[in-house]
């Protein structure tokens, strides 16, 4: 799968400042692969980290890692269950701004095919009080999800949705045309369901950089304070549940 090129990976230990001093680069991600929310994330471009607009060290990179290895996400079984890692990566830059975070398609699938992706970038973090709130208003409305220790200390991304993309392409919502050619959504698309074969739902997130597409991530849940039209959540529920009656109709 087309990834973003890892400089460093690490599950035994958090320490990262050797590593980023031989690296020499003014261009690098650094992050924990256990936590979610955008915590403890330094998208770093020439010292400032583009994510919260922040001036950060290495030195503070390397503590909030060090923070990040024993923080632990209560939201579901994947982030509550996953070793503690970290990871350092080529950082992909946003194309349509001069800065902050690069546009990204979180694609949702259902029985390994894709319904749609949400076109979106992270406009900016909450404070670390807001951030906590959310996921304290999660909890209390019937999510799993609570605040942890990164939540408190980064807040939480503020998404900017630019519109919802179908497998044959159509848009709803899109103000303009993805940057993406039909053979590169086509490509997108196998990308996507052969990452997801053999799940009945699982969210696969892809950055969109110089016309192409990298996979960064995936992720087994969403919240219920999620912004998703009721629409589509339906549609999704409905999804879901008719696969476990065709699958596993007993």
Not at 35 to 52: D, F, P
Not at 176 to 188: C, D, I
């Amino acid at each position: 799968f087309p990834i973003a090129k890892i400089y460093h990976m690490s599950s035994t230990s958090p320490e990262v400042l050797t590593v980023l001093h031989n690296l020499s680069l003014s261009r690098f991600v650094a992050k924990p692969t256990h936590l979610a929310a955008t915590s403890y994330v330094y998208a770093m471009k020439n010292g400032i980290n583009i994510v919260n607009g922040n001036r950060v060290s290495l030195h503070e990179i390397e503590m909030g890692l060090k923070e990040a290895w024993n923080d632990r996400h209560l939201d579901d079984w994947a982030t509550e269950s996953t070793t503690p890692g970290i990871i350092v990566e080529e950082l992909v830059e946003a194309e349509s701004r001069a800065f902050g975070a690069p546009d990204e398609l979180k694609c949702q699938t259902f029985w390994g095919t894709l319904f749609f992706c949400e076109w979106t970038f992270v406009q900016n973090m909450t404070s670390g009080t807001t951030g906590s709130a959310r996921f304290e208003d999660a909890n209390q409305q019937g999510d799993r999800a609570q605040a942890a220790m990164g939540h408190k200390a980064c807040g939480i991304p503020n998404f900017a949705s630019r519109g919802y993309i179908f497998r044959d392409g159509s848009c709803m919502d899109c103000t303009e045309a993805l940057p993406l050619t039909a053979q590169v959504w086509r490509q997108l698309v196998q990308t996507v369901e052969k990452i997801a074969k053999g799940t009945d739902h699982i969210r696969i997130d892809l950055f969109v950089a110089g016309g192409n597409i990298l996979v960064n991530e995936a992720n087994i849940s969403f919240l219920k304070i999620s912004k998703f039209p009721a629409e589509l959540i339906e549609e999704m529920r409905r999804r879901w549940l008719e696969g476990y009656h065709f699958w596993h109709p007993k």
